[in-house]
């Protein structure tokens, strides 16, 4: 008896479904697709990090209900890009074979690179704090050996690559599953007329959307301001639209694309000197000042400048006998001169280290088409105006990001690093990023041993050792640290590590400290030092109340008393980066011009005092704003601390952050007329 036969079950025996109508599915399906992908992570993000559960239920709404307009908005202006617009050609010809493996493949394309910056956005915001930002196009100059074993080292982040690559390969699998194709060469029997007209329709349909508004202005990022705390507002945009705006503020402020006449425009002024009256500048305040005159037995002294990686005042203020992060430099906060309520002005360390030495805005310059020129705004200036000798010692590798060839440029007579230091101790750190701190402090020791003393020494010193992964000496022992007093359990791996490394650069710095307070040296040096921003990942930060948290470093101040200037300067005075050389300048320097860019600390009035972050963060005696409208006042009894309580900025602060506005515009058009005036060809 013979056998049925089974037919060999093939695509061409499947449903067949017509072809214009499958590329509709397809569009259909990635929109979910998307849609899904884009808005779980914001929720992710919105349940892991930020604080939600002190947010009002009617902002919470407001952020997800703009957050889906931009998920539709950037999905929408894909399906135009990548499957609607290549239909309209493809219809004329009926040869939808064409479009079959181009719009499946593209589509998933698609799909993986939003996974890519949605997971991306993430992670920056579990080690950053923030979303994406132009920060991540510095990320490679760090080092991609060093930034690598930083990823590794953090579970959190190898966690998230893991969920990535399989969310990207359960979401492939579906999309290339859900839009197969029944027969591939199959014509639409669908009216031409028909389907240019439903085309040109969801083309019409889908600009809306893409545009996100029927208002006057199309949707933006002026639409994600709900609430005034800024990682709440941040979910209203996804990690695409992150990414979007990091490159746009990264690109506009480069130098191939600014000019003079484009700065003076986008403040909406016709000159230079308006544009000064607008920074506050005017003949009681001018731009340029003069040091004060300290007589002709005026000595010049050693000034050091410190800036130490990672260096948060949240960690700092909690030292005590159980957690002993300061180590030896505990002493020395507490006999000299330990500013509280100050910001880092920038959120990396090269743009800090820019910020401070060239009063700069735009960033990475030591990188860019402008990196072969010699800026006018350096801060080194002034002091080789006064014969000073300058060192720039770091302990990390003297290319990164370029540094050993652009600095001395800007008025360093030397740039060492580690290469340098190694050869003198005889040793090779086995950390990634730099060579031991106290190996660094004890080169220190010798460069202002070994200086000529017929010139004074301005010492910039970068310590590298406290950040991930964190390496110390086989040697190290670590003191009492206590994790439990950040809220973290008291095992708790992670933070301990991050308080060792915390613990071992205070700690060598402490040691410094009291080697020159017993040395020659203790009553002709200044030192200064200050972290170049906070501790990246170590606390969640996202809280409103945790603003100050978010942004605040210390600020040292050792003087010799015949230099001491701030005997009468209260230690709570707020201020921000831009205020440390003018200060040094006031210190150090006779009757010398300088930039005014910030304020020094002996000249600050507590109702006009203020410090900000380019982040948006700004730092007054009476609290914090992060919205430029509001701000969170500090809690009663405490200097640190903010409260719950909300107050309206005064007419006062308004006008600072106003003016703080129009002073980073006035760097920028400096800067640029520096380099217009020598046109250095680029790099």
Same mark, same amino acid.
């Given at each position: 008896?013979?056998?049925?036969?089974?037919?060999?079950?093939?695509?061409?025996?499947?449903?067949?479904?017509?072809?214009?109508?499958?590329?509709?599915?397809?569009?259909?399906? %990635?929109?979910?697709?998307?849609?899904?992908?884009?808005?779980?992570?914001?929720?992710?993000?919105?349940?892991?990090?930020?604080?939600?559960?002190?947010?009002?239920?009617?902002?919470?709404?407001? /952020?997800?209900?703009?957050?889906?307009?931009?998920?539709?908005?950037?999905?929408?202006?894909?399906?135009?890009?990548?499957?609607?617009?290549?239909?309209?050609?493809?219809?004329?010809?009926?040869?939808? &074979?064409?479009?079959?493996?181009?719009?499946?493949?593209?589509?998933?394309?698609?799909?993986?690179?939003?996974?890519?910056?949605?997971?991306?956005?993430?992670?920056?915001?579990?080690?950053?704090?923030?979303?994406?930002?132009?920060?991540?196009?510095?990320?490679?100059?760090?080092?991609?050996?060093?930034?690598?074993?930083?990823?590794?080292?953090?579970?959190?982040?190898?966690?998230?690559?893991?969920?990535?690559?399989?969310?990207?390969?359960?979401?492939?699998?579906?999309?290339?599953?859900?839009?197969?194709?029944?027969?591939?060469?199959?014509?639409?029997?669908?009216?031409?007329?028909?389907?240019?007209?439903?085309? /040109?329709?969801?083309?019409?349909?889908?600009?809306?959307?893409?545009?996100? +508004?029927?208002?006057?202005?199309?949707?933006?990022?002026?639409?994600? /301001?709900?609430?005034?705390?800024?990682?709440?507002?941040?979910?209203?945009?996804?990690?695409?639209?992150?990414?979007?705006?990091?490159?746009?503020?990264?690109?506009?402020?480069?130098?191939?694309?600014?000019?003079?006449?484009?700065?003076?425009?986008?403040?909406?002024?016709?000159?230079?000197?308006?544009?000064?009256?607008?920074?506050?500048?005017?003949?009681?305040?001018?731009?340029?000042?003069?040091?004060?005159?300290?007589?002709?037995?005026?000595?010049?002294?050693?000034?050091?400048?410190?800036?130490?990686?990672?260096?948060? +005042?949240?960690?700092?203020?909690?030292?005590?006998?159980?957690?002993?992060?300061?180590?030896?430099?505990?002493? =020395?906060?507490?006999?000299?001169?330990?500013?509280?309520?100050?910001?880092?002005?920038?959120?990396?360390?090269?743009?800090?280290?820019? +910020?401070?030495?060239?009063?700069?805005?735009?960033?990475?310059?030591?990188?860019?088409?402008?990196?072969?020129?010699?800026?006018?705004?350096?801060?080194?200036?002034?002091?080789?105006?006064?014969?000073?000798?300058?060192?720039?010692?770091?302990?990390?590798?003297?290319?990164?990001?370029? =540094?050993?060839?652009?600095?001395?440029?800007?008025?360093?007579?030397?740039?060492?690093?580690?290469?340098?230091?190694?050869?003198?101790?005889?040793?090779?750190?086995?950390?990634?990023?730099? /060579? %031991?701190?106290? *190996?660094?402090?004890?080169?220190?020791?010798?460069?202002?041993?070994?200086?000529?003393?017929?010139?004074?020494?301005?010492?910039?010193?970068?310590?590298?050792? *406290? =950040?991930?992964?964190?390496?110390?000496?086989?040697?190290?022992?670590?003191?009492?640290?206590?994790?439990?007093?950040?809220?973290?359990?008291?095992?708790?791996?992670?933070?301990?590590?991050?308080?060792?490394?915390? &613990?071992?650069?205070? *700690?060598?710095?402490?040691?410094?400290?009291?080697?020159?307070?017993?040395?020659?040296?203790?009553?002709?040096?200044?030192?200064?030092?200050?972290?170049? =921003?906070?501790?990246?990942?170590?606390?969640?930060?996202?809280?409103?109340?945790?603003? %100050?948290?978010?942004?605040?470093?210390?600020? %040292?101040?050792?003087?010799?008393?015949?230099?001491?200037?701030?005997?009468?300067?209260?230690?709570?005075?707020?201020?921000?980066?831009?205020?440390?050389?003018?200060?040094?300048?006031?210190?150090?320097?006779?009757?010398?011009?300088?930039?005014?860019?910030?304020?020094?600390?002996? &000249?600050?009035?507590?109702?006009?005092?203020?410090?900000?972050?380019?982040?948006?963060?700004?730092?007054?005696?009476?609290?914090?704003?992060?919205?430029?409208?509001?701000?969170?006042?500090?809690?009663?009894?405490?200097?640190?601390?903010?409260?719950?309580?909300?107050?309206?900025?005064?007419?006062?602060?308004?006008?600072?952050?106003?003016?703080?506005?129009?002073?980073?515009?006035?760097?920028?058009?400096?800067?640029?007329?520096?380099?217009?005036?020598?046109?250095?060809?680029?790099?």
């Amino acid at each position: 008896m013979k056998q049925p036969v089974v037919a060999k079950l093939t695509d061409h025996t499947l449903p067949t479904i017509d072809p214009f109508k499958q590329q509709l599915k397809n569009g259909g399906i %990635y929109l979910a697709v998307s849609l899904v992908i884009l808005g779980s992570c914001r929720a992710l993000i919105l349940f892991l990090i930020a604080d939600w559960q002190n947010t009002r239920n009617a902002d919470l709404a407001s /952020v997800l209900f703009t957050g889906l307009r931009f998920d539709i908005k950037v999905s929408a202006v894909c399906l135009i890009l990548f499957l609607l617009l290549p239909m309209l050609p493809i219809s004329l010809f009926n040869r939808w &074979h064409w479009l079959r493996n181009y719009s499946r493949l593209t589509l998933c394309t698609v799909l993986l690179i939003t996974i890519f910056f949605s997971f991306l956005d993430i992670g920056f915001y579990f080690f950053f704090g923030t979303e994406i930002s132009n920060l991540i196009f510095g990320i490679v100059d760090d080092g991609t050996y060093a930034v690598l074993i930083s990823i590794f080292s953090d579970w959190r982040l190898v966690l998230l690559m893991f969920s990535a690559v399989v969310a990207a390969l359960l979401t492939a699998s579906y999309f290339l599953k859900a839009t197969k194709v029944s027969n591939p060469r199959a014509p639409s029997t669908v009216n031409k007329g028909l389907i240019w007209l439903i085309t /040109v329709l969801l083309i019409i349909l889908c600009g809306l959307f893409g545009r996100g +508004s029927l208002d006057t202005f199309p949707l933006s990022r002026r639409t994600t /301001v709900i609430n005034d705390n800024p990682t709440i507002n941040s979910l209203a945009l996804n990690g695409p639209y992150h990414f979007y705006y990091a490159y746009k503020d990264y690109n506009d402020d480069s130098f191939s694309n600014l000019s003079r006449a484009k700065i003076l425009a986008s403040a909406k002024l016709n000159s230079l000197a308006e544009l000064k009256i607008a920074a506050g500048f005017n003949r009681q305040q001018p731009l340029l000042k003069t040091s004060g005159d300290k007589g002709p037995l005026f000595t010049k002294p050693n000034v050091i400048f410190v800036l130490m990686e990672g260096w948060s +005042s949240h960690i700092a203020l909690a030292d005590n006998p159980q957690n002993q992060v300061l180590g030896e430099m505990a002493k =020395h906060l507490a006999d000299d001169y330990f500013f509280r309520r100050f910001f880092s002005e920038k959120y990396g360390t090269n743009p800090t280290i820019e +910020s401070l030495l060239l009063n700069t805005p735009i960033g990475p310059i030591t990188q860019s088409a402008a990196s072969k020129h010699s800026f006018s705004t350096a801060n080194l200036l002034p002091f080789k105006r006064q014969n000073y000798q300058t060192l720039f010692l770091s302990g990390g590798n003297s290319a990164w990001r370029k =540094h050993g060839q652009f600095w001395p440029r800007q008025g360093f007579d030397q740039y060492l690093g580690r290469a340098t230091i190694e050869a003198y101790i005889k040793q090779k750190s086995d950390n990634p990023w730099g /060579v %031991y701190d106290s *190996n660094l402090f004890e080169y220190l020791q010798k460069q202002l041993t070994d200086h000529n003393p017929e010139k004074p020494l301005f010492s910039f010193v970068l310590t590298t050792n *406290n =950040h991930p992964p964190i390496k110390l000496p086989s040697d190290y022992l670590a003191p009492p640290l206590a994790p439990e007093q950040y809220g973290f359990a008291k095992d708790n791996a992670k933070t301990h590590q991050s308080l060792t490394g915390y &613990h071992f650069q205070s *700690n060598a710095l402490g040691e410094f400290m009291t080697w020159l307070k017993q040395s020659k040296f203790a009553d002709n040096t200044i030192v200064v030092a200050t972290g170049d =921003h906070v501790l990246k990942g170590f606390a969640n930060y996202s809280a409103a109340n945790q603003a %100050y948290n978010r942004y605040a470093v210390p600020v %040292y101040f050792y003087l010799p008393p015949q230099y001491d200037q701030l005997t009468a300067t209260d230690r709570l005075m707020p201020g921000s980066h831009k205020d440390l050389f003018p200060t040094l300048f006031e210190l150090a320097l006779n009757r010398e011009q300088y930039l005014s860019y910030g304020t020094p600390l002996m &000249h600050k009035e507590a109702d006009s005092a203020y410090g900000s972050i380019d982040q948006g963060g700004y730092i007054f005696n009476t609290g914090v704003s992060t919205d430029g409208k509001q701000q969170l006042l500090w809690k009663p009894g405490s200097s640190t601390q903010l409260s719950e309580h909300k107050k309206p900025l005064s007419a006062q602060q308004l006008a600072i952050i106003q003016k703080s506005h129009y002073l980073k515009i006035l760097q920028k058009y400096l800067l640029i007329d520096d380099v217009k005036k020598q046109q250095l060809p680029s790099n």
